[in-house]
Each structure stands twice: as structure tokens, then as C-alpha cells.
């Protein structure tokens, strides 16, 4: 269980990293060619869940690996799984789930299982 459960966290912090990095870092305009909503909102909201899922990555990975406040990997995932709850109201308002749903559903699957796992060894 040790083992999936950090294969489900490292696979989970490489997905919130890559996509966080590329909403904080990248150009809005280079964001809208690959997505079209950062360019309908404002540049602040984009980088701000950019920001957020770059907290997630090391979130899921720092505290379970360095022993140092270890039930926030546990909440971190939980942070996942609201961001991804979220986003997929969020597409399905715009009518873009049928790019994004399967992606949003495997990420959810990921933070929950992740929840499920530290349940037992953190009291939640």
C-alpha cells in the first residue's frame, strides 16, 4: 500500500507541477494557444491556480518525504481533489468536457485515493 500510495502522489505532484509551472510561468498568450480559457479571464486567476497547484506538488510529495508535519501530504490531496471538483464545474459550464473530463476524473481518482490511504495513519 506504501508503494501505491506514493506512486499515486508522485504521479499526482508531476501533473499539479507541470501544469502549475506552465500557469505561472508561461505567457498568457502562449496558455491561450493550448487552452483558451486564460485568455478570457484575467492573467491574475491564471497565475493564481498556477501558484496553488505548485503549493499541491510539493505538498503531496515534501511533508510525507521529509517526515516534517506529514499530515499535510493528506491535505494536500484533498486540496486536489477540491481544485479538480472544481475545474471540472468549471469546463462543464464552458462546455469543454469532453477535452478535459477524463483528465479531471484521473486526477480526482489519484487525490482521493491518496486521502483514503493516509485516512488510518493521520486520524482524519
Given amino acids: 500500500m506504501t508503494i501505491a500510495l506514493w506512486i499515486a502522489q508522485i504521479l499526482l505532484a508531476l501533473a499539479n507541477g507541470f501544469a502549475g509551472f506552465m500557469k505561472t ?3 498568457i498568450p ?3 494557444a493550448m ?3 486564460p485568455g478570457e479571464y484575467p492573467a491574475a486567476l ?3 491556480i498556477g501558484i496553488v497547484e505548485l503549493l499541491a506538488a510539493a505538498g503531496l510529495i515534501l511533508p510525507a518525504a521529509t517526515g ?3 499530515w499535510l501530504t493528506p491535505l494536500a490531496a484533498l486540496g486536489v481533489a477540491v481544485i479538480q ?3 471540472i464545474g468549471f ?3 464552458r462546455g469543454e468536457t469532453q477535452q478535459t473530463i477524463i483528465a ?3 486526477l480526482l481518482g489519484l487525490s482521493l485515493f491518496i486521502l483514503w490511504g493516509y485516512w488510518p495513519s493521520f486520524g482524519l
Fill in 30 to 32: 502562449d496558455l491561450t
Fill in 25 to 27: 510561468f508561461r505567457p
Fill in 91 to 93: 469546463h462543464a459550464m
Fill in 85 to 87: 471538483v472544481l475545474a
Fill in 46 to 48: 491564471t497565475r493564481f
Fill in 68 to 70: 516534517i508535519l506529514p
Fill in 104 to 106: 479531471n476524473l484521473i
Fill in 35 to 37: 487552452m483558451k480559457w
